[in-house]
């Protein structure tokens, strides 16, 4: 899996094919928060891709832990804001990759002392 540079986050599919489309949805997932955590779900690594088709975007994501008790409303939260991001309807497919502390953004695993 490619990492966009300077960062631990995949490259999402709809960064080739739809980049205008990019700043408003990173904007709007980017207030998507983690409640235990503190940090959005990019900065965490959750959204593992983004493909949009012409009638609507399927967005692959995980959680922190399969038993995350913030899960259903984190995964409703997030179809929401991309929706508004993306002026499009969005389904949420969920992976069942492990999240582990290296997908989180470069720099804020220190805050963890683990970096």
Not at 46 to 67: C, G, H, S, Y
Request: proline residues 8%.
């Amino acid at each position: 899996m490619t990492s966009v540079p300077g960062t631990n986050r995949p490259v999402w599919l709809a960064e080739s094919t739809h980049p205008d489309l990019m700043p408003a949805v990173k904007e709007a997932l980017s207030q998507v928060v983690d409640p235990e955590i503190g940090l959005n779900i990019l900065q965490l690594g959750l959204v593992r891709d983004l493909m949009i088709t012409e009638k609507n975007a399927i967005l692959k994501m995980i959680l922190t832990t399969p038993f995350c008790p913030y899960g259903p409303a984190l995964l409703d939260m997030t179809r929401v804001k991309a929706e508004e991001g993306l002026k499009m309807p969005v389904e949420i497919s969920l992976g069942m990759e492990m999240w582990d502390f290296s997908m989180m953004e470069e720099g804020l695993g220190g805050d963890w002392g683990l970096f």
